[in-house]
């Protein structure tokens, strides 16, 4: 009985971290500012001064990933060109 208590507590820490890394930035920063106001309300955490810095941030990005938006002009990609000497 506890190692399944065990088994599930790990299945459970796993999938909740794949979750959190999948979501859209902007989801996962909004959804840790509500967990950081639930703490503080319940007296686990102190303000946090950067929270509007985050959010100023996260307004900018497109929330399809963790990078900061895309671009208007994006560059062409490089191509390599190989070529392969006969013997």
């Not at 979750?19 to 859209?24: G, H, K």
């Amino acid at each position: 009985m506890l190692e399944e208590l065990l088994v599930f507590g790990v299945v459970a820490c796993a999938a909740t971290v794949v979750i959190w890394r999948l979501l859209p930035g902007i989801l996962r920063d909004t959804l840790g500012e509500r967990c950081a106001t639930l703490a503080q309300r319940v007296g686990y955490a102190t303000a946090d001064p950067e929270a509007a810095h985050r959010r100023a941030s996260a307004s900018k990005s497109q929330g399809c990933g963790g990078c900061t938006g895309c671009s208007t002009n994006p560059t062409p990609p490089r191509v390599a060109v190989i070529s392969l000497k006969e013997k």
